[in-house]
């Protein structure tokens, strides 16, 4: 039996208690004037990212106004679309704005880092989901957040568990860190290849570019499991390296009025996104089905090698002039003439490939899920959220269900595996 199993039974063989949120925490009352933050202590929606996390790092730090004040230990809440699920938990006293809920915990009864991994949980995400309000951008629902039910055990109980999830989050952080520093090493050898001298000419995207043209809207709701293969300008951030041979979504073309088809060797620019460091973002297609391409994409048809355009275009000399000019706002844009005007050394076809060719491979280290690093911190992220909604999930005091779920964790010999190894 694992120290947790032992500690349930002594403390809580019963069941534990569940108590809506507002029963334990509350939003945080003050505020603070935005003169008396930095960049060092104010937090954006955009610092809940996980590859932000840590000192704020924003790159809008309001100058006047009044701000939120949080302090070290309470629960950040991302409070609109896409960082519903974003959750962070403060080390330090600092200021927000009302995307970001700062929820404090009252009494000494709940460790701060138990009900960070509570609310962590796909449950809540779920919950907060469901009672979002709004269309395009929805905002979770205060009063609703504050209704959800979480278990409270004993303080012993609740330690050993953050100590247990603690040692799964390290594990995958060491391994994300190896990661980061691989992609970091391939960015750096990518620019640096792609770095030509002056025996190689500058192209402007227009000047190679036999036809630029922007997609048809594809909505949500349109995207089916099966029909004509599409992209969504979302999926080009999400789901799409440099290159790509299959689309993930399709629709049918009732649904699309105007259809506006890309095929193979396209490069797919998308022209709305939330960074201006990411606007812009481009992926080459190199499949055989012709497919459709969604609202806010622009397709680029060219006679070039795809594959060498899609590292190209992923250069930082690229990035800087994709986002030449934009400035930060909830929502970035760009547009057609920006697109064409950006500049790229552009070498014979025959170089293009042997350096795609070097590229796809290296690259192919730092982001197949199949292999290397990436699948194991994919695996390691799932064992992680199977064990930390495993652990998290109590029978209620009081219930039918208390002993049987107590006589469930006594016998689930491979959480208890698991949880020892962790030790």
Known sequence: MSRLEELIAELCPDGVSHVELNDIAEYAKDRIDAS???????????NLLPEKRGKTVSSYV???GRLILFHSGDILIGNIRPYLKKIWLADSDGGTNGDVLPVH????????????YCLSSDQFFLYDMQHAKGAKMPRGDKAAVMEYRVPVPPLEVQREIVRVLDNFTFLSAELSA??????????????????????????????????????????RDEVTEEGIPCVR???????????????????????VPSPKYFEHGDILFVITGESVEDIAKSVAYIGHERCLAGGDIVVMKHNQNPRYLAHVLSTKAARVQKSKGKVKSKVVHSNVPS???????LPSLDVQ??????????????NDLKIGLPAEIEAREKQYEYYRDLLL????SGSTLATDRQTDRQTDRQTDRQTDRLK
């Open 62 to 64: 309001p100058s006047e």
């Open 339 to 345: 697109i064409e005007n950006i500049e790229i050394p």
């Open 393 to 396: 999930t109590f029978a209620e």
């Open 36 to 46: 008396e933050v930095n960049a060092d202590t104010y937090v954006g929606v955009d």
């Open 353 to 366: 490939k042997r350096y795609a060719d070097v590229l796809d491979n290296f690259e192919s280290i730092c």
């Open 233 to 255: 300008y979302g999926e080009i951030y999400t789901t799409y390296n440099t290159w790509f041979d299959k689309c993930v979504s399709h629709t049918k073309l009732e649904y």
């Open 178 to 219: 190896e990661l980061s520093a691989r992609r970091k090493q391939y960015d750096y050898y990518r620019d640096s290849l792609l770095s030509f001298g002056e025996n190689i000419p500058m192209v402007k995207l227009k000047d190679i570019a036999t036809e630029m043209y922007r997609g048809a809207g594809i909505k």
């Open 105 to 116: 915990i009252k009494g000494s009864n709940v460790d701060p880092k138990f009900l960070y």
